[in-house]
């Protein structure tokens, strides 16, 4: 079924099914021609693999490529975060940077994870249950995908390895879809505007009803939508993603499922600043999750300290003090995630009191000032402060934008991945004299406004 090819460098060392970027291939299904669009370069510590469509009937009817991110160091990979686009050929072409999000990565790097991000090649008209319901081929291409990743990155563990799903829209049904297929492979799953279907479509044959099991029950999920996808707001396109998630969060709460519900109070179906609530709660449930040996089986998910909400409130308590009916309730794993929870549904504010970590490898030259920097784990990056011999003389980005919720250094596309092209660390000072040798020194500013202590002197 898939016939991913070569390019480039390392031919010779991998295995005859990677690729290490996109190539030009004629496609079968819908006849998108490639490439779908400029991607990123994937190089180490970046990798690549894409796959032709299958003739119909067969497997997926789209192509795909997935692009997965290896933090540098890691000897074995304990499990894979996965960033799914949602739905139309705008969200499927914003899942080719989903990889290259620092914020992101600052969460699998925490966990010796890698960060995967797939972009199906969906032409805008076509129905997206052909991948989104992941047993229409994409469940297939993407184990297919960790085996040829793992085997160009030098980590075949990647091929056992366990997940931890972030999907939005179609995301959301993929990585439902795949929690109640492989409850064994799935640490935890955010569901952002999209939720599998529990019941069939009979006006769509393509919508088939998933089948819950009792496996499923012990993994941790938590529901998203925005308050304007049939909360508050009853009518428009997206009326329908909260009655939706409100009957898949009953029938599993019903059955003892950990599932809980955070209604963004801002959005509708664009992400907003959900990120600042997914990463912690993804956080405690690799934390508490994931083996101390990598191979070994996912520990069960704590449930002593869980806390507990009414549908659609605005504050957590502790289970043994929650005097409601529990199988109605929102479950939250613990105090602090209870406490983010609880601020992220009133304004999606949830605080931050640690600064940044200080940029590194500062480099001057010719007038050219580049650095790096890993991302704040809780905040991520807003903007870099540019330092000349102790004084700031700019901001890069001079004015950061983001359309859909807090300013970030990397910008957001509708799915939650960083604009395209991707923006560099790097300042031209066109101010100093050619003779002039100045000292520069770079600082991170997270979202929540913190500011990192002084990277060293530029070198």
Known sequence: MFAPRFIAAARATLAPLVVLALVLLPLGGFGQVPPYDDPPAAEPPYY???YEAAPAGEGLVFPVNYTIWIPPGVETLRGVVVHQHGCGEGSCKSGQTGAFDLHWQALARKHGCALLAPSYEQPQDADCQMWCD???GSAEAFQQALADLGAASGHPELAEAPWALWGHSGGGHWCGGMALLHPDRVVA???RSGVPLLEANPDRSAIRAHEVSDEVLGVPMMCNPGTKEGVTVKEGRFAGVWPANERFFLELRGRGALVGVAVDPLTAHECGNQRYLAIPWLDACLSARLPEKPGEPLRPMPTENAWLAP??????????EFKGDPATAVWLPDAAIAAAWAQYVVNTEVPDTTPPPAPTSVRAEGGVVTWEAEADFESGIAHFLVERDGEVVAQVPEEPKNPFGRPLFQGLQYSDTPT??????RFEDKDTPADARPVYRIRTVNTAGLVSPPSAPSS
């Open 48 to 50: 690549r693999v894409r």
């Open 134 to 136: 992941p047993r229409n």
């Open 189 to 191: 799953v955010w569901l």
């Open 311 to 320: 549908l659609l409130a605005t504050e957590a308590v502790p289970e043994s």
């Open 420 to 425: 395209a092209p991707l923006v560099e660390m």
